[in-house]
C-alpha cells in the first residue's frame, strides 16, 4: 500500500517549511556577527584610547575613513 496522493503534498509542504526555517537561522546568526564586529572608528578610538596612536594622528585617520565611507 502506498501513500495517498495528498500525503506528498504534506511532506513537501514540511520539506519547505524546514528549508525556510534553516535560511532565518541562518541570516539572523550572519547578522548577529556582522553587527559584533567593531567599525574603524571605534577601532581608531580604542587604539587612541589605549596609547597606541596620538591625537594627531587619530584625526588624520578619522577624517580618511569618514571622507571614503559611504
Known amino acids: 500500500m502506498?501513500?495517498?496522493?495528498?500525503?506528498?503534498?504534506?511532506?513537501?509542504?514540511?520539506v519547505l517549511v524546514a528549508a525556510v526555517a534553516i535560511?532565518?537561522?541562518?541570516?539572523?546568526?550572519?547578522?548577529?556577527?556582522?553587527?559584533?564586529e567593531p567599525d574603524s572608528l571605534e577601532t581608531l578610538k580604542q587604539q587612541y584610547a589605549s596609547g597606541e596612536i596620538d591625537e594627531t594622528e587619530l584625526e588624520?585617520?578619522?577624517?580618511?575613513?569618514?571622507q571614503y565611507e559611504p
Request: charged share 15%; glycine share 12%.
Open 60 to 66: 588624520t585617520r578619522a577624517d580618511r575613513l569618514l
Open 2 to 14: 502506498g501513500m495517498a496522493p495528498g500525503g506528498w503534498w504534506l511532506l513537501l509542504a514540511a
Open 23 to 36: 535560511g532565518v537561522l541562518l541570516y539572523v546568526q550572519l547578522q548577529r556577527e556582522a553587527a559584533t
